[in-house]
């Protein structure tokens, strides 16, 4: 059984940029495709990016292409998420998913493992 934990949320201005982490334990880290969602009050949790097991594959939610970056490091069974120029509708829950097979999916349908969130809000 895959536990995530993230960390790297926090309060920041809008313009400004964050770097959350996840870290991964209990499984084999390179398994799993790893993504990134996000869920904003009154709205349905929705995924930021997404990231191959070994390949460097990737994938965006528009809003997020040209300013997030995913990324992993499967020795420290790690992965990031930088986040720069933030908006004010950035503002939410924050979560790591695991998803145990080799394709990319966007659907949170999907995720297998999920880590207990971490609140990013960007003040305006």
């Known amino acids: 059984q895959v536990q995530l934990v993230e960390s790297g949320g926090g309060l920041v201005q809008a313009g400004g940029s964050l770097r959350l982490s996840c870290s991964a334990s209990?499984?084999?880290?390179?398994?799993?495709?790893m993504g990134w969602f996000r869920q904003a009050p009154g709205k349905e949790r929705e995924i930021v990016a997404a990231?191959?097991?070994?390949?460097?594959?990737?994938y965006y939610e528009a809003s997020a292409k040209g300013r997030f970056t995913i990324s992993r490091d499967n020795a420290k069974n790690t992965v990031y998420l930088q986040m720069k120029s933030l908006k004010p509708e950035d503002t939410a829950v924050y979560y790591c998913?695991?998803?145990?097979?080799?394709?990319?999916?966007?659907?949170?349908?999907?995720?297998?493992?999920w880590g207990q969130g971490t609140q990013v809000t960007v003040s305006s």
């Open positions: 998913a695991a998803r145990f097979g080799s394709f990319l999916k966007n659907s949170e349908n999907e995720y297998d493992h």
């Open positions: 209990g499984g084999t880290f390179s398994a799993y495709v």
């Open positions: 990231i191959g097991r070994r390949d460097g594959r990737t």
